[in-house]
C-alpha cells in the first residue's frame, strides 16, 4: 500500500502562482512514477505532468511553459509549480503513483497507470 498526502491547494488570481506537493509513503517501491492529474467540473480528467524518481518528467503539451514539476529534498516527495494561472486551471488536483515502473508518459499513450491516488486538492483561479 502506499499513502500519498497533497498540500499547498487554495485560491489565486489569476496571473498568480501556487506549489503543489505530494509526499508518498509505504511500499513506494522504485523505480517509481508520479504524476498530477486534474478534473474541472463537467470536464473530462487531464494528465498535467509527472516525473520519474530519478528526474525525468513529462508535460502535457499546453501546460508545459507554466507548469514544472519537480522532486522535493525528502525521499518520495514532488513539487508542482505553477505560474501565470489562468482561470481555466480551476480544478480538483490529484497526485498519483505507480511504482515499480520505468513508464511515465502522461499523452494518454498508456504508459503511465497509475495505481494510487491522492484524496485531491482544490485550486481555484479568480479573473
Known amino acids: 500500500q502506499v499513502q500519498l498526502a497533497e498540500s499547498g491547494g487554495g485560491s489565486v488570481q489569476a496571473g498568480g502562482s501556487l506549489r503543489l506537493s505530494c509526499s508518498a509513503s509505504?511500499?513506494?517501491?522504485?523505480?517509481?512514477?508520479m504524476a498530477w492529474f486534474r478534473q474541472a467540473p463537467g470536464k473530462e480528467r487531464e494528465g498535467v505532468a509527472s516525473?520519474?524518481?530519478?528526474?525525468?518528467?513529462y508535460y502535457t503539451d499546453s501546460l508545459k511553459g507554466r507548469f514544472a514539476i519537480s522532486l522535493g529534498n525528502s525521499r518520495d516527495t514532488v513539487h508542482l509549480q505553477m505560474n501565470s494561472l489562468k482561470p481555466e486551471d480551476t480544478a480538483m488536483y490529484y497526485c498519483?503513483?505507480?511504482?515499480?515502473?520505468?513508464?511515465?508518459?502522461?499523452?494518454?499513450?498508456?504508459?503511465?497507470?497509475?495505481?494510487?491516488w491522492g484524496q485531491g486538492t482544490q485550486v481555484t483561479v479568480s479573473s
Open positions: 509505504g511500499n513506494t517501491f522504485r523505480p517509481w512514477c
Open positions: 516525473i520519474r524518481h530519478d528526474g525525468r518528467t
Open positions: 498519483t503513483i505507480e511504482v515499480s515502473t520505468w513508464a511515465c508518459a502522461i499523452d494518454g499513450s498508456g504508459s503511465y497507470r497509475p495505481d494510487y
